[in-house]
């Protein structure tokens, strides 16, 4: 089975950054659409941002600007830069493998990992 793990979370003040990763194995990770998503408290998971085999991008509105998602498949990585942090991204932020059709981004795997908390608070 495909293992996903998140790394990178932490605490920090608002305006502050944080730099996510996501290790990928058992999968032949460059041919795969990768996307970066967070659950809030008393929230649904949403997507945040969004990258193609083709390095395409896709970000969620409230991110557009701050995040930038970015690939590296020698390393089988898929990382998420987050600049001027707000406490309402404070969430688990977990990473999939996605597949878009029409336009929307579909996390393919069913089981998540674990997470990486990300709190940002003053």
């Known amino acids: 089975q495909v293992q996903l793990v998140e790394s990178g979370g932490g605490l920090v003040q608002p305006g502050g950054s944080l730099k996510l990763s996501c290790a990928a194995s058992?999968?032949?990770?460059?041919?795969?659409?990768m996307a970066w998503y967070r659950q809030a408290p008393g929230k649904e998971r949403e997507l945040v941002a969004g990258?193609?085999?083709?390095?395409?991008?896709n970000y969620a509105d409230s991110v557009k600007g701050r995040f930038t998602i970015s690939r590296d498949n020698a390393k089988s990585t898929v990382y998420l830069q987050m600049n001027s942090l707000k406490p309402e991204d404070t969430a688990v932020y977990y990473c999939n493998i996605a597949r878009l059709r029409g336009g929307v981004w579909y996390a393919a795997l069913e089981v998540w990992g674990q997470g990486t908390l990300v709190t940002v608070s003053s």
């Open positions: 058992g999968s032949i990770f460059s041919i795969n659409a």
């Open positions: 990258i193609t085999a083709s390095f395409s991008t």
